[in-house]
């Protein structure tokens, strides 16, 4: 099925790839490497498929035969938390000049807003998101989606990643990954699991390098990236839009 309109991409849940979004960078290198690049699209953290299914009717309208590999628990984030995902390391990345004024100050203000709003309630990296921690969603929920959009190009892996991330799971060779799973654990999994997988030119949006809520992501991503030549690289934005970043894998 193809769908034309906005509203059905919104009904449906799924993010609408002809309208210039916040994903807009991620689909343009797509559509531009994928005869270019070998590998198949990963897209860490799926919930209720709003990039997941995007990513696999896009494939379908650009004529591409890749895949989209989705992870997920389906139960939302693992019970354990890592103390990287605590709102103190924003305070400490900032004191060691690895975040700016400016990222701080807007950190302050949102965990501010957010408790003013809920107030009485502790918060936390699980109750910090307007999601709270993604329970809601099912994988039958997104394979009845899949099945009404006649989509053949998605596999949903369900577990916790350190269980799911095995060798039997994902495409060999990957050209773009979505990592968007918010904690430290899922990205430092992630990037064990996929680095080597990723094509020469390969390309990993970074959804929470710039988080007001998941300091985690960003700390996973510099440690991983301390001893490598690759450094993530920020679009350029207007005034007032969130910082969006990406890492390209060198030719060699
Ligand atoms: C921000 S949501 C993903 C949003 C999604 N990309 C979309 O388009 O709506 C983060 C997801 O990561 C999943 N997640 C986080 N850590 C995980 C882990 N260690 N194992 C499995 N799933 C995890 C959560 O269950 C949640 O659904």
């Given amino acids: 099925m193809r769908l034309t309109h906005d509203w059905e991409f919104n009904v449906m849940g799924i993010y609408n790839y002809r309208k210039i979004g916040t994903f807009k960078p991620m689909f343009d290198y797509i559509a531009e490497n994928h005869d270019k690049i070998a590998g198949d699209i990963v897209d860490v953290g799926v919930y209720r498929g709003v990039t ?114 095995t060798d039997g799971q994902a495409p060999s060779k990957v050209l773009a990954v979505n990592l968007d799973c918010d904690l430290y654990d899922g990205y430092v999994n992630t990037f064990d699991f996929i680095w080597e997988r990723l094509s020469p030119g ?35 934005r207007n005034k007032g839009e969130f910082e969006r970043w990406h890492i390209i894998k060198n030719q060699n």
């Fill in 52 to 165: 997941t299914l995007g990513l696999g009717l896009f494939l379908k309208e650009i004529g591409s035969d890749k895949k989209v590999y989705g992870f997920d628990s389906f139960s939302g984030f693992p019970p354990a938390s890592n103390p990287n995902d605590e709102f103190e390391r924003f305070e400490e990345m900032f004191s060691q000049g690895k975040i700016s004024k400016a990222y701080w100050e807007a950190v302050q203000y949102y965990w501010k807003t957010i408790g003013f709003l809920k107030e009485g309630k502790q918060l936390d990296q699980f109750t910090v998101s307007t999601s709270e921690n993604f329970a809601n969603t099912s994988k039958e929920l997104l394979e009845r989606k899949i099945d009404y959009l006649g989509l053949d190009n998605i596999e949903l892996i369900e577990g916790f990643f350190e269980d799911t991330m």
């Fill in 202 to 236: 390969g390309y990993i949006w970074l959804d929470e390098y710039y988080s007001l809520k998941f300091p985690g992501a960003r700390i996973a991503t510099d440690e991983f990236l301390a001893d490598k030549a690759e450094k993530p690289k920020m679009y350029p």
